[in-house]
């Protein structure tokens, strides 16, 4: 009860006061890795309600950035302003192992390396023979039969492994 303190009489007035907790902001991962050209989906928890750096206002929030990014999430309750919390997004080239192509050689030419005709892939993978075989991709039409041949460049991170099939017509 508040009286007044006017020198005047009269009825006490009463006041209701509302005590509103501050909600905390919780997410799942602080950091987090995918690989490029994944989507993965941020959680945040702690209020009724979510602003996140992007717009989103609900407690999930689906994102598939292309280079690393940091995003930012307050939750609320009611109209009281939680703490905001960073969640970093970490993204891993994916390995690229070129197009699936087709070509054609004569006996009668000088050894092929093989990457030359993977347009624009990583270097550094494994080439695999008609067979299954590991062998390093520098192919002798003179001596090399004709089939597919299999180029693959590991994944790092959370990146799976890339592989493509060249046709090799003798």
Do not use: K, R
């Not at 009489?9 to 006061?17: C, E, M, N, R």
């Not at 905390?24 to 995918?34: F, K």
């Not at 995003?71 to 192992?97: F, H, R």
């Not at 070129?98 to 000088?110: A, H, K, L, N």
């Amino acid at each position: 009860d508040v009286t007044p303190n006017n020198g005047c009489a009269g009825s006490p007035l009463t006041v209701d006061i509302d005590y509103v907790e501050l909600p905390t902001t919780t997410v799942t991962n602080s950091e987090m890795e995918i690989c490029e050209g994944s989507t993965i989906i941020l959680v945040a928890s702690g209020g009724d309600s979510y602003f996140w750096s992007t717009g989103a206002s609900t407690a999930e929030m689906a994102v598939a950035p292309t280079i690393d990014t940091e995003y930012s999430v307050t939750a609320y309750s009611g109209s009281c302003a939680g703490n905001t919390v960073d969640i970093e997004v970490l993204v891993t080239q994916a390995p690229y192992a070129g197009p699936s192509t087709e070509v054609d050689f004569c006996s009668s030419e000088g050894d092929q390396d093989l990457i030359d005709y993977l347009f624009a892939a990583d270097e550094g993978g494994q080439w695999y023979d008609t067979d299954g075989n590991p062998f390093n991709g520098l192919l002798s039409p003179a001596t090399d039969p004709s089939g597919d041949y299999l180029y693959v460049v590991d994944g790092s991170g959370t990146c799976s492994d890339a592989s493509v099939a060249l046709t090799v017509y003798i």
